[in-house]
């Protein structure tokens, strides 16, 4: 029955995925900003130990240090990696004396690590105690400093960039094999047929799962129970009323030796054949019952396509000769299927009976079978209305019959032969069976699977 369904959620996998990524770049976002901060902090604090430890040996070995800063580039290096050494006069030095010794650094630096702009760039700067009341300063550029600590803080962000996205697929892949048993499951529950009621495998589950299996075997044993109480029911109700219509049968058959009038004699065919139609219905709701019964094994043995054939021929040709419907067998060929002859007989009979009433007088009914590498075919092809591509699947529920159609039947037949395919594992396929689109004709294939 179509239903109308709610709005999808997303998977569980793909939820956890996406809330297991999230979270990885989170992390990944956090460590890798305080990296960077840690690794250009500690760089800058290297190149500022090394310009103080140039400034200690200048101190140290009493190094004659330039009264002025040199601007002269050393071949093969960066001008910008300069190391400028200044001495700042002593204080109270005369203005001529300290002019005379001004450099690029202004001379009232304080003492200590600084930052300073000379020459419109940014500096680097040390200031300490040269003796003598000088002080001296070591410094160099900005740009060189922070592009060497930008470089050292990138390679060691560099692991993250290479491992956060080998790290997301290594999550996506084990959320994936963790959930591989509920899509097993899901995969296992969608390939049974209507009637396979059997427990779903309960082994080798997540905790998590367990309980959810363990309900839904609870709730096919009860739809079983439920289901089987149902067929018993409808077995139990025509084998009631076989007695019933036989017996009447049989008083109908003693009322037509009698002497009546014609319409009574015409009153009671209409009788006669209403009785026949409620025999037949009886019948095939008994045969239905039997072959849904699923703790009833079907026997299955090496049976011989063509000896059905032969069977259902004897018992139908008498109701095609009735309608001038030329029923035969097509071809010589004769293949064996592991199928009991009973369940043969009963669903060719089925399907050559429906073809036979809803062919027009006239008409063709053929039978034929091949054999291919994996299936043995059996077909009947008729020549009569046809089945709408919309319908295909309906005909097969039980008592269900086309609008329009007149001729008599229990809605029951092709009901049969789907239920007792399903349990064979074959399949059964409605097609056109001619080019005629005023008669486009029915080709019903039955494929058994081969044996050995």
């Not at 009671?268 to 139609?277: I, T």
């Not at 006239?362 to 709408?388: F, K």
Request: glycine share 6%; proline share 6%.
């Amino acid at each position: 029955m179509d239903g109308r369904q709610g709005k999808v959620t997303p998977s569980l996998q793909f939820r956890l995925s996406l809330w297991l990524s999230l979270l990885i770049l989170g992390v990944a976002f956090c460590a890798g900003v305080f990296s960077l901060v840690s690794a250009f902090d500690e760089a800058n604090d290297l190149q500022d130990d090394q310009l103080k430890q140039v400034a200690a040996l200048i101190r140290h070995y009493h190094i004659p240090a330039m009264r002025a800063p040199t601007q002269e580039n050393v071949p093969g290096t960066d001008p910008e990696s300069q190391v400028v050494i200044q001495v700042f006069p002593a204080r109270g030095a005369t203005g001529a004396d300290a002019r005379g010794r001004a450099g690029s650094f202004p001379t009232n630096l304080p003492d200590g690590m600084q930052t300073v702009l000379a020459d419109h760039k940014s500096w680097r700067v040390y200031v300490s105690d040269f003796g003598h009341g000088e002080r001296i300063a070591v410094g160099q550029q900005t740009d060189l400093r922070d592009e060497i600590a930008r470089d050292s803080a990138l390679r060691t962000m560099m692991p993250f960039a290479l491992l956060i996205p080998l790290l997301l697929l290594l999550v996506g892949s084990l959320v994936r094999q963790m959930l591989k048993p509920m899509k097993n499951l899901a995969l296992e529950v969608n390939r049974r047929s209507e009637q396979d009621m059997r427990p779903l495998e309960d082994q080798h589950l997540p905790a998590e799962v367990f309980p959810l299996v363990q309900a839904i075997n609870r709730l096919l044993a009860r739809v079983t129970q439920s289901m089987a109480l149902q067929r018993r029911f409808v077995a139990d109700a025509a084998h009631e009323l076989r007695s019933p219509l036989t017996a009447l049968s049989l008083q109908s058959e003693r009322l037509a030796a009698a002497e009546m009038s014609p319409s009574a004699h015409e009153r009671l065919a209409s009788l006669r054949l209403g009785l026949q139609r409620a025999r037949a219905l009886l019948e095939q709701l008994l045969t239905l019952a039997r072959v849904q019964e699923t703790r009833v094994e079907l026997v299955v043995e090496h049976t011989s396509i063509r000896q059905g054939f032969i069977q259902v021929l004897e018992s139908l040709m008498p109701l095609a000769q009735a309608k001038n419907i030329d029923l035969g067998v097509v071809g010589s060929a004769d293949y064996m299927v592991d199928v009991s002859d009973v369940a043969l007989a009963v669903m060719i009979k089925n399907l050559v009976e429906n073809a036979i009433r809803y062919t027009p007088a006239g008409g063709r009914v053929d039978l034929s079978v091949e054999q291919t590498t994996t299936h043995v075919a059996v077909r009947v092809v008729d020549t009569g209305p046809g089945i709408p591509l919309e319908l295909r699947q309906r005909v097969f529920d039980p008592f269900y019959r086309m609008l329009g159609s007149d001729e008599s039947g229990s809605g029951l037949g092709l009901s049969i032969v789907k239920t007792i395919a399903d349990r064979l594992n074959a399949s059964i396929e409605l097609a056109p069976g001619g080019s005629d689109p005023s008669h486009p004709g029915l080709r019903a294939t039955i494929r058994f699977p081969r044996g050995a």
